[in-house]
């Protein structure tokens, strides 16, 4: 674990050097001040995540601020490559390289995609990767000024000593990997873990996934990255909304005891919470209304307005619920941006409409961007769900569903 004194000791290379810290009084010199107290939050990238330069347009705007932007969302397609295998069979294809490629060119080329969503998470293969016709994915995404992001957990493993429980691996090397998808042109990062309502959750799995998140969050933002954290708490279940919401509060506050405890700047952090919603085996449905309410108290009495943007996950709920719950959210000003970052909840029906030949890509481009307008407009309180295909409505839920 750190030492009591957190004094930044790489802060050579960085292009802020002179500045004043993140938590250096204004007017107090570094000298006086540093006689004081040692602590430093944040490192050498503070004021690049969250007030200056924003990668892609080059202006002084802020890269968190850029991801939570009215009416936009992100695009989540970072399954690993069997998880991406997966959504490939649902179509009846291989899970190639090809196949893949093939897959995310048609997501990230699609022509006015970047008016709906801001920032799109990869997994690594497609972040080193170009497009058949030789152009970096990256680049396809920053065209369209939509932030590129990266995976960087390594997945899921059993919690030995647990209840039958995970955690999720990914720490050792984070920091020199974190500095590599920064020089590929990634500024954000996402690390998944998972809380499992039937298994407990016991003490143990909630302060492993909490501290595990804390310790990725440090490290991301010490290397230019933007953290989103989050902590999934899956469907699975029989529990009622109310057991949900006893979870979800605990393992939200002690997810902030330790992004408090290891200085991770809050200004600089985006969340992917679950809406708090009934187990999927529960007997009774919840209206988006209630699901809305029952979310918005626990993030409310959790949540620091700190933090810019919060980013839901869709865990298995169908496209129309997924966005219909968004809107419910947005019927009021909330403290925070309340956003999407959806993966599945936005890549069915392009799937559906794909079934990988090259004359439906455009259909499939115009699916994709049917659900991102219906998400913007959810975003902004906007939306209406007449008319939507019975595709749409279809619910995804898997149980133990991997990532
Ligand atoms: P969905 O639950 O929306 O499929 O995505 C989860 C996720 O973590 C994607 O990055």
Redesign the pocket.
């Known amino acids: 674990m750190a030492s009591a004194s957190f004094v930044k000791l790489n802060a050579s290379s960085s292009p802020w050097i002179g500045q004043r810290s993140f938590n250096q009084r204004p007017g107090s010199s570094s000298r006086s001040s540093a006689a004081r107290v040692s602590v430093i939050r944040a490192g050498s990238y503070s004021e690049e995540l969250v007030q200056t330069a924003d990668p892609i347009s080059r202006t002084s705007v802020s890269l968190v601020k850029t991801i939570a932007s009215p009416g936009r969302g992100?695009l989540?397609?970072?399954?690993s490559n069997a998880t991406c295998g997966k959504r490939l069979a649902s179509i009846g294809l291989d899970n190639t390289e090809a196949n893949r490629q093939a897959y995310r060119q048609l997501l990230l080329t699609t022509p006015g995609l970047g008016q709906y969503i801001s920032g799109s998470?990869l997994f690594e293969e497609t972040l080193f990767q170009s497009t058949t016709d030789g152009k970096k994915m990256v680049d396809c995404l920053r065209e369209q000024n939509i932030v590129p992001g990266i995976?960087v957990d390594k997945g899921l493993v059993p919690l030995p000593g647990s209840n039958n429980e995970s955690w999720c691996q990914g720490l050792d090397g984070l920091a020199s990997r974190s500095a590599e998808y920064y020089n590929q042109g990634a500024r954000f990062a996402?690390w998944?873990t998972v809380v499992s309502i039937p298994c407990g959750p016991s003490a143990l799995a909630v302060k492993e996934a909490a501290w595990g998140l804390a310790r990725y969050a440090a490290i991301s933002q010490d290397n230019g990255l933007v953290p989103i954290v989050?902590p999934?708490i899956l469907l699975d279940g029989d529990h009622s909304i109310d057991t949900t919401l006893e979870v979800a509060e605990r393992v939200w506050s002690e997810v902030f005891y330790y992004l408090a405890e290891n200085n991770v700047m809050f200004e600089g952090i985006l969340l992917?919470p679950?809406m708090v919603t009934p187990g999927a085996d529960h007997k009774e449905k919840a209206d988006p209304e209630t699901i809305a309410k029952y979310t918005l108290t626990m993030l409310k009495r959790r949540v620091p307005p700190a933090v810019p943007g919060i980013m839901?996950?869709?865990?298995?709920q169908s496209e129309m619920e997924?966005t219909l719950n968004l809107h419910a959210m947005n019927q009021s000003p909330n403290p925070w941006h309340v956003s999407f970052?959806?993966?599945?909840?936005?890549?069915n029906s392009v799937l559906k409409a794909w079934q990988g030949r090259p004359e439906n890509v455009e259909a499939a481009q115009k699916a994709l961007l049917t659900r991102a307008k219906a998400n913007s407009l959810a975003q902004l309180g906007k939306y209406s769900a007449e008319g939507e295909s019975d595709d749409a409505k279809k619910g995804?839920f898997v149980k133990g569903?991997t990532?």
């Open positions: 992100i989540a397609i970072d399954e998470i995976k996402k998944r989050e999934e992917k679950s839901f996950l869709s865990g298995g997924a970052s959806y993966a599945r909840a936005l890549q995804m569903y990532y």
